[in-house]
């Protein structure tokens, strides 16, 4: 997105993200940072620390979100990105991890 005027410029950032993840082996802790970046700079994150409990059949769906008033957008072009950064994962068998639906929608608010 371009910004002509970033002194009467904010931008709306609204983030969506699924992921699935199958374990075996016993319960267990996986933890996900996101960060949402400007020009491949981190203006936002979000830690995503879940405990997970073994199923027989089946795995865990997580749905984080993030909303953010971006306030000082630099001059120019900006590009936006929602980014898994780290994962954590204290559990027994990681089976596998499903990223689904993302969505990143920027509304441009002139002041």
């Not at 996101?34 to 879940?50: F, K, V």
Request: aromatic share 6%; hydrophobic share 40%.
């Amino acid at each position: 997105m371009c910004v002509r005027q970033p002194e009467r410029t904010q931008v709306l950032l609204d983030s969506f993200f699924q992921n699935a993840i199958t374990i075996s082996g016993g319960d267990g802790v996986i933890g996900v940072l996101y960060q949402l970046q400007r020009n491949d700079t981190p203006i936002a994150e979000i830690n995503d620390l879940m405990d997970y409990a073994d199923v027989n059949d089946g795995r865990h769906t997580n749905f984080p979100s993030l909303s953010l008033v971006d306030k000082t957008p630099d001059r120019g072009i900006n590009k936006y990105q929602l980014k898994v950064v780290q994962l954590i994962l204290s559990i027994p068998v990681l089976n596998s991890i499903y990223v689904g639906s993302r969505s990143l929608k920027a509304t441009v608010i002139t002041l």
